[in-house]
């Protein structure tokens, strides 16, 4: 026997969570736990750092929560060609991307991100259905005139939902 103590080693490491066929399964407890046929899944605060197989999984899908996680960018989402609305409030976007293939998109929430370049909106200009597009809590929102550069950038969405932010620099 040794005359030291053994020491015992713990690490704080955080395991990155993946969207899982089985997570889906558990969170569509509505449409009897099938997939394929899922028209919306609910995958708020899940530490999700990465969107993926959903668009291989649940081409059906036209509501897709995924607000309150760590997702970094817009990815593996063009195939939901029925995809109508989309909730990635409270993530880490910096870039809107990736969106082209979404051809019912009408609505989605970029709400507090990390969205910083305004002209990457422009992304959205083949979204022809986008009606309502949510950016408060972004940095790009604090650009003298983003509102305007929005409205001309996409001419689809409803005035209505651009909300003038207090926030904005003066003069806007």
Request: proline fraction near 3%; include cysteine; charge should be neutral.
């Amino acid at each position: 026997k040794s005359r030291f103590p053994r020491q015992r080693v713990t690490t704080t490491e955080t395991q990155m969570v993946f969207i899982t066929e089985e997570l889906i399964r558990r969170r569509a407890e509505h449409n009897d736990c099938e997939i394929l046929t899922l028209e919306e899944v609910s995958l708020h605060q899940q530490d999700i750092e990465r969107i993926q197989h959903v668009d291989r999984w649940c081409r059906e899908l036209r509501i897709l929560y995924l607000q309150n996680n760590l997702i970094p960018r817009i990815e593996n989402v063009g195939r939901l060609k029925k995809l109508e609305y989309l909730n990635l409030a409270l993530n880490n976007i910096q870039v809107i991307e990736n969106l082209e293939g979404c051809e019912s998109l009408r609505k989605l929430d970029l709400t507090v991100n990390f969205v910083g370049l305004l002209s990457s909106v422009e992304s959205l200009r083949h979204n022809a259905h986008l009606r309502e597009l949510f950016l408060v809590g972004n940095p790009c929102t604090e650009f003298q005139g983003y509102r305007q550069y929005v409205v001309a950038a996409l001419p689809q969405l409803k005035v209505s939902a651009l909300p003038q932010t207090s926030s904005a620099k003066p003069g806007f």
